[in-house]
C-alpha cells in the first residue's frame, strides 16, 4: 500500500513538474510573438494617392483589384490581385506604359479548357 503510495506522488510530481515545464514554454512562445513587429499601415497623402489613381487609370487597373500601393520619389509601386507588379510616375512617356490584360489585373483565366475525359461523341 505504501509503494501503490509512493508511485501516485510519484506520478503526480512528475504531472506537475510537465505542467510547468509547459506553462514556462507558452510564455516564451508569447513572447517570441509579441516581438514580431505588427504590419505597419501607411498614410499616403492626398497627391500620393491621386498619383495612384492615375497610374491605375493609365495601366487599366480597376481599384478593386489593387492589393497593395506605396509611392516612393515620385513613383507609384501597384500591385495586382493578377500578380502584376506595375510602376508609375507622371515623368514617364507614353510608350513606356503597355496596359495590363484582363489576367494580370484579376487573376481570372479566360481561355475556354476543352474537357480531357471522357468519350468522343459521333
Do not use: H, W
Amino acid at each position: 500500500m505504501a509503494d501503490e503510495k509512493d508511485k501516485k506522488e510519484k506520478g503526480l510530481g512528475e504531472l506537475e513538474a510537465l505542467r510547468a515545464e509547459i506553462t514556462a514554454k507558452d510564455g516564451q512562445i508569447a513572447e517570441l510573438l509579441k516581438a514580431d513587429a505588427p504590419a505597419v499601415k501607411l498614410d499616403l497623402s492626398r497627391a500620393d494617392k491621386a498619383l495612384i489613381a492615375e497610374g491605375c487609370e493609365v495601366y487599366g487597373i480597376s481599384p478593386q483589384y489593387v492589393l497593395s500601393t506605396n509611392v516612393r520619389d515620385g513613383v507609384a509601386v501597384i500591385v495586382t490581385a493578377g500578380g502584376a507588379k506595375v510602376r508609375f510616375s507622371r515623368d514617364m512617356e507614353k510608350k513606356e506604359i503597355v496596359p495590363l490584360d484582363a489576367v494580370r489585373v484579376d487573376g481570372i483565366i479566360r481561355k475556354k479548357v476543352k474537357a480531357i475525359t471522357g468519350a468522343k461523341k459521333k
